[in-house]
């Protein structure tokens, strides 16, 4: 056990809806990040943050939004959904987001897009 | 920029087999590297890192060493066991725009 939660584990929605995908980070911990996992693109940096503010973008759409709440846990918004965004959604978080610092994933959002 | 590539899965091994898996980087400055095991079912966990050129990092029998000469970060271990078939990632962390790349992955079958 890492120690990050992610709810929910597995979300079944429609093309064109919105889902929100929340993360708790291990206590203690001020940086937060969420990576998308899909068979064809692998595992991509979406984006990071270091105590509420964004501090690393990655490959995130547009239609894709983040914020870490001052009680450091983060939601991950995705919207106009498209099958495409089928995938794995991890939330990691670390220390204090250095380069040297280990990530601790949590155990991931199942997301089908129908 | 930054990238990570790793050799194709997946890795069919016996019991007891010599492992390596090949991880090479393209990266500017001094980036730390780490690799990551992802079991079934369940969310990537350290494996074990390197943050300068020479390091060795090691854990479970696991060993990589930071080759900067060669921008390589291969990992091996002696002896595999069952249990350690998973998918293992090798990724990058740059020390300037904070982003963790990581290469596609390799699968690992270890039969007993």
């Known amino acids: 056990d890492s120690g990050v939660t992610q709810t929910p584990k597995h979300l079944i929605t429609a093309t064109g809806q919105r889902v929100t995908l929340r993360c708790s980070p291990r206590?203690?911990?001020?940086?937060v990040y969420w990576y998308q996992q899909s068979l064809d693109q692998g595992l991509q940096f979406l984006i990071q943050y270091y105590n509420g503010e964004e501090r690393a973008k990655g490959n995130i759409l547009e239609r894709f939004s983040a914020q870490q709440f001052p009680d450091l846990h983060s939601e991950l918004n995705l919207s106009s959904l498209e099958l495409g965004d089928s995938a794995l959604y991890f939330c990691a978080s670390s220390s204090r987001g250095g380069s040297q610092e280990t990530q601790y994933f949590g155990p991931g959002t199942r997301l089908l897009v129908l | 920029g930054n990238s990570v590539t790793q050799m194709e899965g997946p890795v069919t091994l016996s019991e007891e087999a010599f492992l390596t898996i090949n991880c090479t980087y393209t990266?500017?400055?001094?980036?730390?590297l780490f690799w990551y095991v992802q079991y079934p079912g369940e969310g990537l966990q350290l494996l074990l890192k390197a943050t300068k050129a020479d390091d060795k990092g090691s854990n479970k029998g696991f060993e990589a060493t930071y080759r900067k000469e060669t921008t390589s970060f291969h990992l091996e271990k002696g002896s595999v066991q069952v249990s350690d078939s998973a998918v293992y990632f090798c990724a990058l962390s740059d020390t300037g725009g904070f982003k963790t790349i990581f290469g596609a992955g390799t699968r690992l079958f270890v039969k007993a």
């Open positions: 206590s203690g911990d001020l940086s």
């Open positions: 990266a500017t400055g001094y980036p730390s």
